[in-house]
């Protein structure tokens, strides 16, 4: 779009990038320094510059591909295949001649400024905020991922932070866990935990379940597939935290055909069985 207009065209777009990535200096112990290597962390431009120099890396790795494995092995490859800058996934089939080590070589020969590390598993791995797991019957199942050093500190509620802030955390957090995870006893575990990590913040009952109840309504669910559900409706009171719920998830597991949904109403929890089979 900028390319089209009087103002912005491409000579001055490159002209841009050329300033920004050869003068980028820095101050270190009273002396200057000039990067000559990179982009400047921080800037702008940085992520589209990152994002289309590995798009440019990523061109050329499936080019070689191709030439050595075909045409059909590269677009197989290629389903299972993503990339987020310089964070890739992929799933591998073991049957297939090339090892990950072996494409690992292939992608970091392209240049040697960006080397790629990886981390392979059978059952589990991170990739972003997300961890991807296969299960037993080799189904695909996500949950959220923190990182060893992710102390999860958030505000106390008696900081002096603006009301509105502290309203927003738990709901936008709530809402994540919903985005993130399709395992819904998992999901309610992980619920639980965000629950209890507020209360000891001292956030007050309702707050927490005002901002559990949105993030359901503008949440992922598909609210018209809900209709006409028969339910199988256990009331809880607010004390969710002390009740067992161990008896609940039980009972959902042995349920092929049932579905875990929240619904909180004021003071009170309802963990409703949505079951397709009355």
Not at 57 to 63: D, G, L, W
Not at 82 to 100: A, G, K, N, P, S
Request: contains cysteine; glycine residues 2%.
């Amino acid at each position: 779009h900028l390319c089209k207009t009087k103002k912005h065209n491409k000579e001055f777009i490159l002209d841009a990038l050329e300033l920004v990535l050869n003068n980028n200096y820095f101050t270190y112990k009273e002396k200057v320094f000039k990067q000559i290597h990179g982009c400047a962390m921080g800037t702008n431009l940085a992520p589209a510059y990152a994002n289309l120099f590995m798009a440019f890396i990523e061109k050329r790795f499936f080019k070689q591909m191709k030439q050595l494995k075909g045409k059909e092995f590269t677009e197989k490859f290629r389903k299972t295949y993503y990339r987020y800058l310089d964070d890739i996934f992929f799933v591998w089939d073991e049957t297939d001649q090339l090892t990950t080590s072996n494409l690992l070589s292939i992608f970091n020969s392209i240049t040697k400024n960006i080397q790629l590390t990886k981390e392979e598993d059978k059952k589990s791995l991170p990739f972003l905020d997300l961890r991807i797991n296969i299960s037993k019957d080799l189904k695909i199942f996500t949950d959220i991922y923190r990182k060893d050093t992710d102390s999860q500190s958030y505000i106390h509620f008696e900081s002096k932070h603006p009301r509105h802030i502290k309203r927003n955390i738990p709901y936008i957090l709530f809402r994540i866990l919903n985005f993130f995870i399709s395992n819904d006893i998992l999901l309610l575990y992980r619920q639980i935990e965000l629950y209890r990590k507020f209360q000891e913040l001292k956030y007050p009952t309702n707050l927490l379940l005002d901002a559990l109840h949105k993030s359901f309504i503008q949440g992922p669910t598909n609210k018209k597939s809900m209709n006409n559900q028969n339910f199988l409706c256990l009331p809880y009171n607010e004390n969710i935290i002390n009740f067992n719920t161990m008896r609940l998830l039980d009972f959902a597991k042995e349920s092929t055909n049932s579905k875990l949904v929240f619904q909180c109403q004021k003071n009170t929890i309802q963990f409703n069985l949505k079951c397709n089979n009355p």
